[in-house]
């Protein structure tokens, strides 16, 4: 798949440079920095800065949480446009914390772009796009719960982004990864609220 059009470097480009702008980036500046890539970038980054060592901060996962969840509905609903409410366009992020984690994104970026693109249309169209949002919506909701938990929040965010990176580059056999991916994060939220009671102290 080497023919891709280097959409997740460009993504990791444009987020570079809005981080470079001031010594804080707030989330409304990082969407209008994905112009007109669509709903794919707004999920995919997001979950994808929570993997990183941005993710590790007390909070941030459920907070981040919350914007995929925003983003969610509105694809539910078939919105074409995006829309954020201010008390979360207006938060930020460091943007030295931001050019670092865009950094380390950059290698697995450009793996991405080289071997990912458009296939298995049948599983990108805009009813399977809405189903990936619902489910989207019910891993967000585990979020809260696993961040108690080191890193366990990286198991619904891994599926997210592999949604939203489906969208971004159109590939259908990553849209069906994060439906496989949906159910292993499923398991992990189950093992940790329901099987460890030495987590959970039940």
């Given at each position: 798949m080497t023919e891709n059009t280097h959409a997740v470097e460009d993504i990791l480009d444009r987020l570079d440079d809005a981080a470079k702008q001031s010594d804080s980036v707030s989330v409304g500046r990082l969407v209008e920095a994905f112009g007109g890539r669509g709903w794919g970038p707004l999920l995919f980054i997001p979950a994808i800065v929570e993997v990183?060592?941005?993710?590790?901060?007390?909070?941030?996962?459920?907070?981040?949480?919350?914007?995929?969840?925003?983003?969610?509905?509105?694809?539910?609903?078939?919105?074409?446009?995006?829309?954020?409410?201010?008390?979360?366009?207006?938060?930020?992020?460091?943007?030295?914390?931001?050019?670092?984690?865009?950094d380390k994104m950059r290698p697995l970026g450009r793996w991405l772009d080289r071997w990912f693109g458009p296939r298995l249309s049948s599983l990108t169209t805009r009813w399977v796009r809405r189903i990936s949002a619902a489910v989207i919506l019910m891993l967000c909701a585990l979020v809260p719960p696993l961040e108690l938990v080191?890193?366990?929040?990286?198991?619904?965010?891994?599926?997210?982004?592999?949604?939203?990176?489906?969208?971004?580059?159109?590939?259908?056999?990553?849209?069906?990864?994060?439906?496989?991916?949906?159910?292993?994060?499923?398991?992990?939220?189950?093992?940790?609220?329901?099987?460890?009671?030495?987590v959970f102290g039940g």
């Open positions: 990183s060592p941005i993710g590790g901060i007390p909070g941030v996962p459920t907070f981040l949480a919350l914007i995929i969840a925003l983003f969610a509905v509105q694809i539910l609903a078939g919105r074409d446009s995006m829309w954020l409410p201010s008390f979360v366009s207006n938060r930020s992020v460091s943007s030295g914390k931001m050019q670092g984690a865009m080191p890193f366990a929040s990286t198991a619904p965010m891994a599926a997210i982004a592999m949604f939203g990176l489906s969208m971004t580059l159109r590939d259908g056999l990553l849209m069906a990864i994060g439906f496989a991916l949906s159910l292993g994060a499923a398991g992990v939220c189950a093992y940790f609220l329901l099987g460890s009671g030495t």
